[in-house]
Structure formats: C-alpha cells, structure tokens
C-alpha cells in the first residue's frame, strides 16, 4: 500500500535519505581533503552555499574552521542539525537561496563543492549567486567552486538501492534529456522506500545539471568583479582543465582595493 506521495523538484525526504546512504558525512571523491588543503590558510569565517546534509561541512569544522551553511531543502538542514548534534557541534545553518542570500562583508572564504552551482537554472541564476558571493566576502576574500565538465548527453543510469533494515531504498532514472542550446542536461528521477516488500512513499525528483565551458565561468566570475582568477582539474592542483576531466575546480578573489583586470588564462570551450 502506498501511504505517501510527494513530487519534488528540490531534495525531499526521500532524495535527503537516499543522499545520506549514497554520500555520508566524511564521503569524499578527494574533495574534502583539496578543500582542507585550500582553505589551511584562511582563518576567518566561511560560507557553504548548498550545504546538504553536511558531507563537506563537519569535516571543515572539525578541521578548526568556522563554517556556516545555507540550503534551500528544509530536510537536507535537518539531517545536517542531526549530525552536528552527535558531534558536539553548533554551526550557523540557515535556510536560504544561494541567489538572494547576502551577508555584507561577512566570510573570509565561499566554497562550494560537488558541482552544486549547476543546480543553478542559466545565466542570470548563476550571475546573481556569484553577486551574492562577492557581496558576503570581506575584501581580498577567497571564491572556491567546483563545476562540472560538460556533457554531450544525460546518461542513462541503472537501478541502484540501498538497504539498511528494515527498509530498502530504490532510485532510478525514469527519463532523461539534454538541451544543446541551454547546455544542460534533466533526469527525472523516482525513489522509492519499501518495508517488507511493501512500497511505503515515493517520491519523483526532477534533476537538472546546467553547464558552462571553463571560459564562459571565468567570463561570469570577471563581470561580477572578481580577479585572480585560477581553474584546476579534479582535485590535483598540478592539472589543468581539460574537456576529459571529471570536475574543475575554479578559485577567485574579491578585489581589496579596486578591481584590476589580468589577462585571461587559456581554457578549453
């Protein structure tokens, strides 16, 4: 019998318990301990937009940093509020868009890692998130954000579940499409949670990825006022991007004084 029915086009209940089983806190594909490495030098406040459940943020504050956390999934909050609980901690979690959120001057540092700034729908989205950015940062602050290397084509992925008693969760891809012109790809995605064979709630997920070319990221981090511009390949500081590569790694600054442009680095379209 099914008892309960959700669509959502953020991360529900269910997609919140499946992230947790796919992606626990400390789970990490080298990205914890890059962003560990970078940030060994600030030591002011910073800012996770699109903190999740927590995955890279409790490592952070267990590394001695001060880290805040926004999400606009109200479930993905409450499971991080969990976590922290169980580890003594109490960071600043709020609930909050990426693309309106602003704390003056606030952070020394912004990172968002996992590709979460391609859950940003186009241009004008991703323009006014990196706005609210260079507003929160103090001046001479530190941008450090993961993009996600462009796809031909939204691949088709097989059934995946997780079990943990009594419960077994099930995800899959029930359609998926790429639009060229916009350059972003959609799966539409169905998680179901079954007891005893029984399926208890479902829950369908609309899953939109949008991606840009190194240089059209760099040419958005300039027009909003950031310089210092740098871009790495996954996770290796000696890698330079490239159409292969699995994730770019892009770091800014905000300027300290006036804004000096510097010559553009070489990126592939």
């Avoid at 997609?15 to 990490?28: C, D, F, N, W």
């Avoid at 990426?98 to 323009?127: D, E």
Wanted: hydrophobic share 40%; charged share 20%.
């Amino acid at each position: 019998m099914l008892s309960g029915n959700q669509m959502s086009w953020e991360y529900g209940t269910l997609a919140t318990e499946v992230y947790e089983l796919e992606k626990p806190v400390g789970h990490t594909s080298a990205d914890i301990e890059y962003y560990t490495g970078l940030l060994a030098d600030i030591s002011g406040p910073i800012l996770e937009p699109a903190s999740g459940t927590g995955r890279v943020l409790i490592p952070l504050l267990q590394a001695g940093h001060q880290v805040e956390g926004i999400d606009t999934s109200p479930q993905m909050l409450a499971t991080c509020r969990q976590h922290c609980r169980k580890r003594g901690l109490d960071p600043v979690l709020r609930e909050a868009d990426m693309t309106v959120f602003v704390q003056l001057a606030a952070y020394a540092a912004v990172v968002l890692p996992a590709g979460s700034i391609a859950l940003l729908h186009g241009r004008k989205a991703t323009l006014q998130a990196l706005t609210c950015f260079r507003d929160s940062l103090v001046p001479g602050g530190s941008l450090f954000v993961d993009l996600p290397v462009p796809q031909s084509a939204a691949e088709p992925e097989a059934l995946r579940y997780w079990w943990r008693d009594p419960y077994l969760w099930t995800r899959q891809t029930m359609h998926s499409e790429h639009d060229s012109a916009a350059n972003q790809t959609t799966r539409f995605l169905r998680y179901d949670k079954w007891e005893d064979g029984t399926l208890r709630i479902t829950e369908l997920q609309r899953f939109r990825l949008q991606y840009w070319s190194c240089k059209e990221f760099e040419n958005m981090l300039v027009e909003v006022g950031f310089t210092n511009t740098q871009v790495t390949a996954d996770y290796k500081d000696a890698s330079p991007p490239r159409a292969r590569s699995g994730v770019w790694t892009f770091q800014a600054t905000t300027p300290a004084f006036t804004i000096r442009r510097r010559g553009a680095p070489a990126f592939p379209n």
